[in-house]
Nanobody, 123 residues
Framework: QVQLAESGGGLVQPGGSLRLVCAAS???????VTWFHQAPGKDRKAVLC????????DYADSVKGRFAVSRDNAKKAAYLQMDDLKPEDTGVYYC?????????????????WGQGTQVAVSS
C-alpha cells in the first residue's frame, strides 16, 4: 500500500504557475496516480492521470495545454504542473493512487488519497 501527501498549493495571480507534488511511500511504482480538483461547493473531478507505465491521460478539457502530469518513481513522487492559471482552477487538489496501475477518472475507484492542497487563483 501507499500513503500520499500533496504539497505546493498556494495563492497565485491569474496567468501564474504552480507545481503540485504528490509524495508517496510504499510500492508507489506499481500505482497509477490521478490528480483531482474539487472547486468550492462542487464535486471532486479528475483532471489528469499518469499510469504505472508513465502514460498521461487527461480528463478535463479545461486544462488541456495548461496542465501536465509527470512522475519520478525514484523519488516516489508525482507532479502536476499548472500554467496559465485561471480563477476557475481555484479549489483543493488531491492526488489518488490506483493499485492496478491503470488510469481511471472515477472517484469511487480510488481508496488511497492524499489530504489535498489548496490552490487559489485571484488578483
Amino acid at each position: 500500500q501507499v500513503q500520499l501527501a500533496e504539497s505546493g498549493g498556494g495563492l497565485v495571480q491569474p496567468g501564474g504557475s504552480l507545481r503540485l507534488v504528490c509524495a508517496a511511500s510504499g510500492f508507489f511504482n506499481y500505482y497509477a496516480v490521478t490528480w483531482f480538483h474539487q472547486a468550492p461547493g462542487k464535486d471532486r473531478k479528475a483532471v489528469l492521470c499518469i499510469s504505472r507505465g508513465g502514460e498521461p491521460l487527461d480528463y478535463a478539457d479545461s486544462v488541456k495545454g495548461r496542465f501536465a502530469v509527470s512522475r519520478d518513481n525514484a523519488k516516489k513522487a508525482a507532479y502536476l504542473q499548472m500554467d496559465d492559471l485561471k480563477p476557475e482552477d481555484t479549489g483543493v487538489y488531491y492526488c489518488a493512487a490506483l493499485s492496478n496501475g491503470v488510469c481511471s477518472g472515477y472517484v469511487a475507484d480510488y481508496r488511497t488519497w492524499g489530504q489535498g492542497t489548496q490552490v487559489a487563483v485571484s488578483s
